[in-house]
């Protein structure tokens, strides 16, 4: 066991070293310069992340569609990926967090048009897409789009049991006993029951409860949670970094000079302060925004929109939100406070950043479980729309069920396996999609020219039946 454990570990460092972050990074600058730095819409997709788009059809609203995305993103990624980032790579880190962020906002652009232009509706009258899809449909060799967009779905498939679930359910129930010390075992009725088994079963109960009602349930879900969670823990952020104020701009700066400090890096690590803060920098933005996975772009072509660049924008500013805004200041909060020279790492270390205010400890234990839960529910459907790709619809349901078996056993048992198991059907999803993007990039620009200028007065609201 510990054998296959270490050869998931080494094949999980080796996909996500320098080859997968160059191509997804790369891609980002790509499809920023094939596209004009369509970042500087980032108003308008703000804008129009909360106006109705009349007319249109399909499942869910804009906005449900992005509090769903941004529910499935918006996660551990946020609270432990940019503390593990910045005691491995230092300081500097967050730079490079945070140019992922901006620089993503052009692939999670690409793939919210590419899903709408290519989504198709069930005979029930439901609509799919996704990479799966303008794979299958965009590209112009058929049968290299069909196998790349079954890989796609499979991985997807397999990740859900990881990153959507087990290691979800996992971080829950460490938030829990760190934050409300609740006792390992309980007495009820006579019988003692370990308390992470009763989290496991309150957890896939709720969340069964939601996933069983599609996508209309767990939109409805996220919009009621997502700007709630946010904002609660942004408004945490915002108080420490107040209460430090004295020391923010010095932070800053330091934060600049180790990401291109060419010093050698300390504690025989080899390499150099502005490699190691670019490889963990890097690596956990990607991790965190997931632009460039395509797994947002499933929940995007479910949405009610006039036409491909509409939802473009919306989508893009899902990595606005969760990269640009939530990490940074996450990354902002240790390195002021001067948790990050701690020791720690992983929550401990958000934890300890936290510690520095009034209630702390417990406004960052509530948003990890909120954070965690809003995953679950949001990377079930895409999920399901992955599994219905492969197998169709009667194959769904007993996909739920197995998902839900995931979250009960990520509460009860320990998840090393399963964490690096994630981070390899992540970066597997990633290349098929990444694939599609460059390829297609040419269609991205066209469609970004015809709408972008007259978004509002041009319809293309054509859902194809493949």
């Given at each position: 066991m510990?054998?296959?454990?270490?050869?998931?570990?080494?094949?999980?460092?080796?996909l996500?070293?320098?080859?997968?972050?160059?191509?997804?990074?790369?891609?980002?600058?790509?499809?920023?310069?094939?596209?004009?730095f369509?970042?500087?819409?980032?108003?308008?997709a703000?804008?129009?992340?909360?106006?109705?788009?009349?007319?249109?059809?399909g499942?869910?609203?804009?906005?449900?569609a992005?509090?769903?995305?941004?529910?499935?993103?918006?996660?551990?990624?946020?609270?432990?990926?940019?503390?593990?980032?910045?005691?491995?790579?230092?300081?500097?880190?967050?730079?490079?967090?945070?140019?992922?962020?901006?620089?993503?906002?052009?692939?999670?652009?690409?793939?919210?048009?590419?899903?709408?232009?290519?989504r198709?509706?069930?005979k029930?009258?439901?609509?799919?897409?996704?990479?799966?899809?303008?794979?299958?449909?965009?590209?112009?060799?058929?049968?290299?789009?069909?196998?790349?967009?079954?890989?796609?779905?499979?991985f997807?498939?397999?990740?859900?049991?990881?990153?959507?679930?087990?290691?979800?359910?996992n971080?829950i129930?460490?938030?829990?006993?760190?934050?409300?010390?609740?006792?390992s075992?309980?007495?009820?009725?006579?019988?003692?029951?370990?308390?992470?088994?009763?989290?496991?079963?309150?957890?896939?109960?709720?969340?069964?409860?939601?996933?069983?009602?599609?996508?209309?349930?767990?939109a409805?879900?996220?919009?009621?949670?997502?700007p709630?969670?946010?904002?609660?823990?942004?408004?945490?952020?915002?108080?420490?970094?107040?209460?430090?104020?004295e020391?923010?701009?010095?932070?800053?700066?330091?934060?600049?000079h180790?990401?291109?400090s060419?010093?050698?890096?300390?504690?025989?690590t080899a390499?150099?302060?502005i490699?190691?803060?670019?490889?963990?920098?890097?690596?956990?933005?990607?991790?965190?925004?997931?632009?460039?996975?395509?797994?947002?772009?499933?929940?995007?072509?479910?949405?009610?929109?006039?036409?491909?660049?509409?939802?473009a924008?919306?989508s893009?500013?899902?990595?606005?939100?969760?990269?640009?805004?939530?990490?940074?200041?996450?990354?902002?909060?240790?390195?002021?406070?001067?948790?990050?020279?701690?020791?720690?790492?992983?929550?401990?270390?958000?934890?300890?950043?936290?510690?520095?205010?009034?209630?702390?400890?417990?406004?960052?234990?509530?948003?990890?479980?909120m954070?965690?839960?809003?995953?679950?529910?949001?990377?079930?459907?895409?999920?399901?729309?992955s599994?219905?790709?492969?197998?169709?619809?009667?194959?769904?349901?007993?996909?739920?069920?197995?998902?839900?078996?995931?979250?009960?056993?990520?509460?009860?048992f320990?998840?090393?396996?399963?964490?690096?198991?994630?981070?390899?059907?992540?970066?597997?999803?990633a290349?098929p999609?990444?694939?599609?993007?460059?390829?297609?990039?040419?269609?991205?620009?066209?469609?970004?020219?015809?709408?972008?200028?007259n978004?509002?007065?041009?319809?293309?609201?054509?859902?194809?039946?493949?």
């Amino acid at each position: 066991m510990d054998s296959i454990s270490k050869f998931i570990a080494d094949v999980s460092s080796w996909l996500w070293d320098w080859p997968l972050l160059i191509l997804l990074f790369g891609t980002h600058i790509f499809l920023t310069c094939r596209l004009g730095f369509v970042q500087r819409y980032i108003g308008k997709a703000i804008r129009l992340s909360v106006a109705r788009d009349k007319g249109s059809h399909g499942d869910v609203s804009q906005f449900s569609a992005l509090a769903t995305a941004l529910a499935a993103t918006i996660g551990t990624g946020n609270i432990v990926g940019v503390a593990t980032a910045i005691a491995l790579g230092g300081p500097g880190a967050i730079f490079w967090v945070w140019m992922t962020g901006i620089l993503g906002i052009a692939t999670k652009y690409a793939e919210g048009l590419l899903a709408v232009k290519y989504r198709t509706m069930r005979k029930d009258g439901s609509i799919a897409g996704g990479p799966m899809y303008y794979l299958q449909y965009g590209l112009k060799n058929k049968k290299l789009g069909k196998i790349l967009g079954i890989l796609f779905a499979a991985f997807a498939a397999l990740a859900a049991f990881g990153i959507g679930s087990s290691t979800q359910s996992n971080s829950i129930k460490d938030a829990v006993f760190t934050t409300f010390h609740f006792a390992s075992e309980v007495n009820i009725f006579g019988i003692i029951v370990e308390t992470k088994i009763l989290i496991g079963l309150a957890l896939a109960i709720i969340a069964g409860l939601v996933i069983i009602g599609g996508i209309k349930s767990i939109a409805r879900v996220s919009q009621s949670i997502v700007p709630f969670m946010a904002f609660f823990y942004v408004a945490g952020c915002l108080f420490i970094l107040f209460t430090g104020y004295e020391t923010l701009l010095d932070s800053i700066k330091l934060i600049f000079h180790q990401a291109f400090s060419l010093r050698a890096a300390g504690g025989g690590t080899a390499g150099t302060v502005i490699m190691l803060a670019a490889r963990y920098g890097v690596a956990r933005g990607l991790f965190s925004n997931e632009s460039g996975l395509g797994s947002a772009a499933i929940v995007a072509a479910a949405t009610r929109t006039r036409n491909p660049v509409r939802q473009a924008l919306v989508s893009s500013s899902g990595t606005f939100w969760d990269t640009v805004v939530v990490c940074a200041l996450t990354g902002l909060a240790i390195i002021n406070t001067g948790a990050w020279q701690s020791g720690f790492t992983g929550f401990n270390l958000t934890q300890l950043a936290f510690s520095k205010i009034p209630f702390g400890e417990t406004i960052l234990g509530l948003s990890l479980l909120m954070f965690a839960f809003t995953t679950i529910i949001g990377w079930s459907y895409y999920a399901e729309k992955s599994i219905e790709y492969l197998f169709g619809r009667k194959s769904v349901l007993p996909y739920k069920v197995a998902y839900l078996i995931m979250i009960f056993t990520g509460a009860v048992f320990s998840l090393d396996v399963i964490w690096n198991f994630a981070d390899i059907t992540n970066g597997l999803m990633a290349i098929p999609n990444l694939i599609a993007l460059i390829l297609l990039s040419g269609v991205v620009a066209a469609e970004t020219k015809k709408y972008l200028n007259n978004i509002d007065k041009h319809s293309d609201d054509k859902i194809i039946s493949h």
